[in-house]
């Protein structure tokens, strides 16, 4: 069956919240000792914050400024406006071995209780239908993103998924330091590539995948999410050129600049 995918843009909106929890779902191995993925939990700061927030697509993100001045981008992965809450997932990356950047480390340390702004969603973008097959190929920022479309696509889904990630070990769940891991459990109709990461050409890996993967038997069919460093958009699109799908009806972005 055909798929649509379908931009919805959303009035302004600045929400006041507070950090209100944090899960340490999974650290990274060796290679990127130092890394983690932590789960935040931001609650309204007062009620009726969060009064009209929604995210209905896979990959509908927010901007939260944590520090006065510097907002990053982050994908929902959950959220209630009864209960007054939002989640998200935050890549801590680390230099050196130890957090580096804005978000990274206010994720990791900041006191309970500590304020963020949060803007958005600006909009959101919907895919409907049932894609004949899918290509979801993200790195390590945007596996929230990724499992939010698993979960929308469901356990029937076909096609491939390559994932360029540190965490390869705790993507379904990892014994610590969260048992439950990053709980992304791809059903079985994927093709699963674990990638690994290359710190000096981050992304490259996601790009020689992509282009290393036979065409679409129809265009029409074939739904590509494709979101990394951004050296990933230009080779993402040529892949969408050479498959014969338009730029509109697929997911490309840079998530993140070297
Ligand atoms: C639509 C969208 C959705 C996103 N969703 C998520 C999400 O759900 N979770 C998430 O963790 N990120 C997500 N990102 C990426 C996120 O915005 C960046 O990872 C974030 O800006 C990093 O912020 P920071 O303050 O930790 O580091 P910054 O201050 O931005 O950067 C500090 C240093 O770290 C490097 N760096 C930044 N990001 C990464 C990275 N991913 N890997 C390695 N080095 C990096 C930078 O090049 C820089 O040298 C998303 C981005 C977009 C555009």
Redesign the pocket.
């Known amino acids: 069956m055909p798929y649509d995918l379908t931009r919805h843009p959303f009035p302004p909106a600045a929400r006041r919240l507070t950090l209100a929890a944090r899960t340490v779902l999974a650290t990274a191995g060796d290679a990127a000792a130092g890394h983690a993925f932590v789960r935040v939990r931001l609650a309204e700061a007062q009620p009726g914050e969060l009064a009209g927030f929604i995210a209905p697509g896979g990959?509908d993100?927010v901007r939260v400024e944590v520090v006065e001045g510097a907002d990053?981008?982050?994908?929902v992965?959950a959220h209630s406006v009864e209960e007054g809450w939002i989640d998200?997932?935050?890549?801590?990356?680390s230099?050196a071995g130890s957090a580096?950047?804005?978000?990274?480390?206010w994720a990791a340390e900041a006191p309970i209780g500590s304020p963020a702004l949060m803007h958005g969603p600006k909009g959101s973008v919907v895919l409907t239908g049932a894609p004949g097959e899918v290509v979801l190929a993200g790195?390590?920022?945007?596996?929230?993103?990724v499992r939010r479309y698993l979960g929308m696509l469901g356990p029937s889904v076909t096609g491939h998924l390559l994932l360029e990630t540190h965490f390869g070990a705790a993507l379904a769940g990892g014994a610590q330091p969260d048992p439950a891991g990053l709980g992304l459990v791809p059903p079985p109709g994927l093709r699963v590539s674990i990638l690994r990461p290359d710190s000096s050409a981050?992304s490259a890996a996601l790009a020689e995948a992509l282009a290393a993967l036979p065409p679409p038997a129809d265009p029409l069919e074939r739904f590509v999410f494709a979101?990394g460093?951004q050296s990933l958009v230009a080779p993402a699109r040529a892949a969408l050129a050479n498959w014969g799908i338009d730029v509109e009806r697929a997911v490309i972005?840079?998530?993140?600049?070297?």
């Open positions: 990959g993100h990053r981008t982050e994908t992965v998200l997932d935050i890549l801590v990356h230099s580096s950047g804005v978000i990274g480390p790195d390590d920022s945007a596996l929230p993103a981050p979101c460093e972005k840079g998530y993140w600049r070297r």
